[in-house]
Protein backbone atom coordinates (compact mmCIF):
# COMPACT_ATOMS: atom_id res chain seq x y z
CA UNK A 1 0.00 0.00 0.00
CA UNK A 2 1.12 3.44 -1.04
CA UNK A 3 1.18 6.35 0.69
CA UNK A 4 -2.00 7.82 -1.49
CA UNK A 5 -3.90 4.47 -0.52
CA UNK A 6 -3.23 5.36 3.23
CA UNK A 7 -6.12 7.26 5.52
CA UNK A 8 -5.17 10.55 7.15
CA UNK A 9 -6.10 10.35 10.21
CA UNK A 10 -4.17 12.97 11.90
CA UNK A 11 -7.09 15.08 12.09
CA UNK A 12 -9.19 12.64 14.37
CA UNK A 13 -7.92 14.33 18.23
CA UNK A 14 -9.01 17.55 17.40
CA UNK A 15 -11.81 16.27 16.16
CA UNK A 16 -12.81 14.11 19.19
CA UNK A 17 -11.51 16.71 20.83
CA UNK A 18 -14.24 19.75 19.83
CA UNK A 19 -17.10 16.87 19.60
CA UNK A 20 -16.39 16.12 23.59
CA UNK A 21 -16.40 19.45 24.55
CA UNK A 22 -19.47 20.44 22.26
CA UNK A 23 -20.81 17.49 24.11
CA UNK A 24 -19.94 19.10 27.45
CA UNK A 25 -18.05 16.24 28.34
CA UNK A 26 -15.09 15.77 30.34
CA UNK A 27 -11.83 13.39 28.91
CA UNK A 28 -13.15 11.17 32.12
CA UNK A 29 -16.93 11.23 31.45
CA UNK A 30 -16.10 10.02 28.26
CA UNK A 31 -14.15 7.69 29.19
CA UNK A 32 -16.35 5.90 31.50
CA UNK A 33 -18.82 5.72 28.56
CA UNK A 34 -16.17 3.94 26.04
CA UNK A 35 -13.99 1.64 28.71
CA UNK A 36 -10.58 4.00 28.37
CA UNK A 37 -9.01 5.94 30.47
CA UNK A 38 -8.91 10.12 30.77
CA UNK A 39 -5.03 9.67 29.99
CA UNK A 40 -5.96 7.67 26.91
CA UNK A 41 -8.30 10.04 25.46
CA UNK A 42 -5.72 13.07 26.26
CA UNK A 43 -3.35 11.05 24.09
CA UNK A 44 -5.72 10.60 21.29
CA UNK A 45 -6.86 14.34 21.48
CA UNK A 46 -3.87 15.69 22.34
CA UNK A 47 -0.73 13.76 20.85
CA UNK A 48 -1.82 11.94 18.13
CA UNK A 49 -2.23 8.70 19.56
CA UNK A 50 -3.89 6.34 17.04
CA UNK A 51 -7.13 4.16 18.15
CA UNK A 52 -8.55 0.49 17.27
CA UNK A 53 -11.51 0.37 14.88
CA UNK A 54 -13.43 -0.72 18.02
CA UNK A 55 -12.34 2.14 20.09
CA UNK A 56 -12.89 4.47 17.21
CA UNK A 57 -16.15 3.21 16.82
CA UNK A 58 -17.17 3.73 20.43
CA UNK A 59 -16.63 7.56 20.64
CA UNK A 60 -18.29 7.90 17.36
CA UNK A 61 -20.83 6.92 19.06
CA UNK A 62 -20.69 8.24 22.16
CA UNK A 63 -20.35 11.57 20.71
CA UNK A 64 -23.18 10.59 18.28
CA UNK A 65 -20.84 12.20 15.49
CA UNK A 66 -20.68 10.89 12.34
CA UNK A 67 -17.68 8.57 11.06
CA UNK A 68 -17.47 11.31 7.66
CA UNK A 69 -16.66 13.85 9.91
CA UNK A 70 -12.98 11.13 10.27
CA UNK A 71 -12.42 10.32 7.14
CA UNK A 72 -13.94 13.09 5.05
CA UNK A 73 -12.21 16.00 7.23
CA UNK A 74 -10.33 17.68 4.06
CA UNK A 75 -13.58 17.70 2.40
CA UNK A 76 -16.33 18.78 4.40
CA UNK A 77 -16.31 22.32 5.18
CA UNK A 78 -15.26 23.71 8.77
CA UNK A 79 -18.68 24.54 9.92
CA UNK A 80 -19.81 23.93 13.47
CA UNK A 81 -23.55 24.74 12.04
CA UNK A 82 -23.61 21.58 9.92
CA UNK A 83 -21.45 19.19 12.85
CA UNK A 84 -24.79 20.44 15.14
CA UNK A 85 -27.04 19.62 12.77
CA UNK A 86 -25.16 16.28 12.21
CA UNK A 87 -25.51 15.68 15.78
CA UNK A 88 -28.75 16.34 15.88
CA UNK A 89 -29.90 14.28 13.56
CA UNK A 90 -27.62 11.09 15.34
CA UNK A 91 -29.80 11.66 18.06
CA UNK A 92 -33.50 11.83 16.44
CA UNK A 93 -35.31 8.57 16.27
CA UNK A 94 -35.97 6.43 13.14
CA UNK A 95 -39.52 8.31 12.21
CA UNK A 96 -38.44 11.61 12.98
CA UNK A 97 -35.50 11.23 10.73
CA UNK A 98 -37.80 10.11 8.05
CA UNK A 99 -39.81 13.06 8.59
CA UNK A 100 -36.72 15.20 8.42
CA UNK A 101 -35.39 13.21 5.04
CA UNK A 102 -39.06 14.04 3.44
CA UNK A 103 -39.01 17.79 4.55
CA UNK A 104 -35.44 18.82 2.92
CA UNK A 105 -36.11 16.84 0.19
CA UNK A 106 -39.59 18.90 -0.60
CA UNK A 107 -37.10 22.19 0.08
CA UNK A 108 -34.78 20.79 -2.07
CA UNK A 109 -37.52 20.04 -4.89
CA UNK A 110 -38.89 23.61 -4.14
CA UNK A 111 -35.25 25.61 -4.97
CA UNK A 112 -35.61 23.48 -8.32
CA UNK A 113 -38.23 25.10 -9.13
CA UNK A 114 -38.02 28.56 -8.12
Known amino acids: MDNEDKLDLSCMG ?3 KQARLDAKLTQEEL ?3 INKTARYLQAVENEGRSVSLNTFLRIVRALHISADLIAYHDQAPNCEETDELLRVIMLLGERDRQI ?3 TATEMLNRQKDE
Do not use: E, K, S
Open 14 to 16: PIF
Open 31 to 33: GDR
Open 100 to 102: LLA
